[in-house]
């Protein structure tokens, strides 16, 4: 017995599977990113607090505020970059691993990656900004005080 159907509702039946894992590993990446970035955010929260006393000392003797600004967000950059490069090394020796015991293992191409590697170092400076900002609004007379 034959069904009737339009290309529309072929295409769609065909595509569902695609679909699904699409929504699933999109969502998955969703929440991984936010990982990522309130980790990142944490880390250089942290390492701003412990250094008040040294970002006072530097606005004291003239530093001007963006150095301070920029500094901390190069720092948020660098540990993107450091977290790709170990994550772009990791995945390939992984695949090669994998590729032993499971036939037909691709690696993606270079746009995707360079792709999600500009995702994450551009999550990683948004992440950096609030922790930068506080950076760069130390009260100078406070910071000198503290212990």
């Avoid at 990522?36 to 607090?49: H, W």
């Avoid at 150095?67 to 995945?91: D, F, N, P």
Wanted: no cysteine; glycine share 10%; aromatic share 4%.
């Amino acid at each position: 017995m034959e069904h009737a159907a339009t290309l529309e509702d072929v295409r769609a039946e065909v595509l569902a599977p695609d679909r699904l894992n699409a929504l699933v590993f999109g969502g998955f990446a969703a929440v991984a990113l936010t990982i990522a970035i309130v980790g990142v955010a944490g880390v250089l929260a942290f390492s701003v607090s412990a250094r008040t006393r040294e970002f006072g000392i530097r606005l004291a003797i003239g530093s001007a505020p963006r150095h301070l600004l920029t500094g901390v967000l190069r720092e948020g950059a660098m540990i993107a970059v450091v977290g790709i490069a170990a994550g772009v090394v990791g995945g390939i020796m992984l695949t090669r691993i994998v590729d032993r015991y499971i036939q037909d293992i691709r690696i993606p191409g270079a746009l995707p990656i360079a792709g999600a590697a500009l995702i994450l170092v551009a999550a990683a400076i948004l992440a950096s900004l609030l922790p930068a900002a506080r950076a760069s609004r130390v009260d100078v007379t406070q910071a000198l005080r503290s212990d």
